[in-house]
């Protein structure tokens, strides 16, 4: 079950390719997500892998024509009715001009 909604900024719904790699800095692919919703200090994602709480990941998430890279830390997991995984995940670490890519792109959507 996930747990009550505490954030301070709403998050919108999306359905955005995520691509995670273990360690932030490496280029290997190692699986592939989609993001049910984001806002510029988090994301909530669906996958058929499971994640455990405290996994920490480099992502990339596609935003349209844009890339937005972080690296997060997985705050919560549940698992779907339909045998995927949904992962709560905080970014730890995101450069100032993809804070403003995920912004303007929440504005667009407004």
Known sequence: MIPHDRRSTPRIETG???IHSDVPGQEQCLGMAVTLDLN??????????KFTVGDRFRFSIA???EIVG????VVHVAQALNGTFEAGVEFLQIGAEDIERIRN??????
């Open 40 to 49: 510029e200090f988090g994301l909530r994602l669906q996958s058929q892998q």
């Open 105 to 110: 792109y929440i504005k667009s959507r407004a």
């Open 70 to 73: 972080a690296t997060g830390r």
């Open 63 to 65: 935003l349209r024509e």
């Open 16 to 18: 955005h390719l995520v």
